[in-house]
């Protein structure tokens, strides 16, 4: 275990955890006294109907979601709405690897799938809430990935889903893009096989990391528009450090790994033998797929392909300079967008 206070109550609470005691894998073994951080905001009404469930996306807490999605007046209104925010495996406040005793190194901590993430969000909402539906399951990038995994998975329960800047099977291309994010973390010499003392050891592969994210998590409209300068910046250099690497550094090396391990794998169509048709023809849900017309890594060709398979949904493409970082909300009028189209999909009967 190594200490690392930016995953604290402080900074990214106030949530809680739930044990799930011995959690076993898809890929084999268990991780034992398996926790799930989470987080509730409003109040569950006598029907247990108004239930959303919020997810994370790599490297993202309950608290960001929070900050960019939820609250008063917006589409995920917790005077309206029971919304549970549950941490994924492997992001720092759930069981991960840099806070779970089994593991003092990357290769020590088991290979987590989203389809594990998902069992254990199940088991967390029946056991612990006792919920039977959920209004709508939301939020993007791997939280896309977990929203298709859910709405496949249990679709008796999902009622509505939006699957926002993100695939319900893992491209080539985004798997090889992944793949670098994992090398500039590996290559640094002093990450030692995982076996580093902090994460301050490996501030050069995580400086790297955020780098492949400047090229690939912006557009190039972003940098031809100075769109840096609504964010309160000077210059891309100051954008890279203060934004991107400043974000970065101070995450777990070995939590990145394990996120980015299950970010390349995520695939529904492994309950149907590799069909993909098949298995996003199990969803019932009313489904919003949302990509974001300047994504680099979930471009929307790759989402309409996936949306064409799926019953009553449609697609909504939302406008962003930002490309996939447009996600962390800085951009108001793309919230905006993204309240427009969740308060639509929540006043669909269904």
Not at 173 to 198: C, M, N, Q
Not at 237 to 246: D, I, S
Request: charged share 20%; with cysteine.
């Amino acid at each position: 275990m190594r200490d690392n206070p930016y995953y604290s109550q402080a900074n990214h609470g106030p949530f809680e955890t739930y044990r799930l005691g011995s959690f076993s894998l898809e890929e084999g073994g268990s991780i034992p006294d398996c926790d799930l951080a989470y987080a509730t905001f409003g109040q569950l009404n006598k029907s247990k109907s108004n239930a959303i469930l919020v997810l994370t996306w790599y490297g993202g807490t309950s608290k960001i979601m929070e900050q960019a999605y939820i609250g008063q007046g917006r589409a995920l209104d917790p005077e309206k709405y029971f919304i549970i925010c549950v941490n994924q495996i492997g992001n720092g406040l759930s069981s991960s690897p840099h806070n779970h005793p089994c593991s003092s190194a990357d290769s020590d901590f088991p290979k987590v799938r989203i389809g594990d993430d998902v069992v254990a969000q199940h088991r967390l909402l029946t056991q612990h809430f006792e919920l039977e539906n959920l209004a709508l399951v939301v939020v993007g990038s791997m939280g896309a990935q977990q929203t298709y995994e859910w709405a496949v998975r249990y679709p008796e329960m999902v009622k509505r889903a939006a699957a926002i800047a993100g695939t319900a099977q893992n491209t080539d291309h985004d798997f090889l893009f992944t793949a670098s994010l994992v090398d500039a973390i590996t290559s640094d010499p002093k990450w030692r096989d995982g076996k580093y003392e902090s994460h301050l050891d490996v501030v050069a592969g995580l400086k790297r990391h955020a780098g492949i994210w400047a090229v690939m998590g912006l557009s190039t409209e972003f940098y031809q528009t100075q769109a840096w300068r609504d964010m309160g910046l000077d210059s891309v250099e100051q954008f890279q450090t203060e934004f991107l690497e400043a974000t970065f550094t101070e995450m777990d090396p070995n939590n990145l790994l394990c996120m980015a391990w299950k970010w390349q794998r995520g695939d529904v169509a492994r309950h149907t033998a590799g069909d993909l048709a098949g298995a996003l023809a199990r969803i019932s849900a009313k489904t919003f797929v949302m990509p974001i017309d300047e994504d680099m890594f979930f471009p929307p060709r790759d989402c309409v392909r996936e949306q064409e398979l799926i019953n009553d949904s449609e697609i909504r493409v939302l406008n962003s300079v930002c490309g996939h970082v447009a996600l962390f909300g800085t951009e108001p009028q793309f919230l905006s967008q993204v309240d427009e189209n969740l308060r639509e999909l929540l006043e669909c009967d269904v």
